[in-house]
Each structure stands twice: as C-alpha cells, then as structure tokens.
Nanobody, 124 residues
Framework: QVQLVESGGGLVQAGGSLRLSCAASGRAFSIYAMGWFRRAPEKEREFVAAIRWSDDGIYYADSVKGRFTISRDNAKNTVYLQMASLKPDDTALYYC?????????????????WGRGTQVTVSS
C-alpha cells in the first residue's frame, strides 16, 4: 500500500504562482511514474503532468506547457508541481497519483494509488 499526501494548494490571484508537493510513503514500493491530475467543478478529471522515475521522462498537458514544471526528489519520494502564470481556468482539486508499472502516464485509470487532493483556487 502506498500513501500519497499532497500539500501546497491555496488561493492565489491570476498571474500568481503556487508549488504543490506530494510525498509518497509505504512499505517496499516501487515507482514507475508519478503524475498530477486535476478536477474542476462539473468537469472530468484531467491529466496535468507526469514524471517517469527511471529516466526523468516528463509529460505535460498542452494547457499547462510553459507554465507548470514537474520535478522530483528521489530521496524523499516526493514529486512537485511548480505552477506559474496561473489562470482562473486552473482552479481545481489537484491530485497526485502513483504508477507502479509502465503504462501510458496520461491516463488516470493506469495509476495505482491516489492522494486526497489539494485545492487550488485562482481568482481573477
């Protein structure tokens, strides 16, 4: 079992920045990739970014490219999402997810464990 705990959400004005963190813990777990997803009110959960542990392969949704940066700290089993130039459309509950084995990192159903989410609200 893997536990994921997100932090760093909050309220920010449009154009501002936030950094989300997600710490993974558990017994003898392996990581193929970790990703960030978000769900806005009355919308489907959508892929935001992911990082592959073996080779630092990084993937972004088109909507966040150039504004968001995903990174990781191996020693802490932590993944970060640095968000800049935030827009009201970025308002959502942001979830961290963990994938054990190699699959498409943009598909939520391919992830094995999920955090509870951290709320990001961007005011105009």
């Amino acid at each position: 079992q893997v536990q994921l705990v997100e932090s760093g959400g909050g309220l920010v004005q449009a154009g501002g920045s936030l950094r989300l963190s997600c710490a993974a813990s558990g017994r003898a777990f392996s990581i193929y990739a970790m990703g960030w997803f978000r769900r806005a009110p009355e919308k489907e959960r959508e892929f935001v970014a992911a990082i592959r542990w073996s080779d630092d392969g990084i993937y972004y949704a088109d909507s966040v490219k150039g504004r968001f940066t995903i990174s990781r700290d191996n020693a802490k089993n932590t993944v970060y999402l640095q968000m800049a130039s935030l827009k009201p459309d970025d308002t959502a509950l942001y979830y961290c997810a963990h994938m054990r084995a190699g699959r498409d990192v943009t598909i939520p159903d391919n992830y094995d464990y999920w955090g509870r989410g951290t709320q990001v609200t961007v005011s105009s």
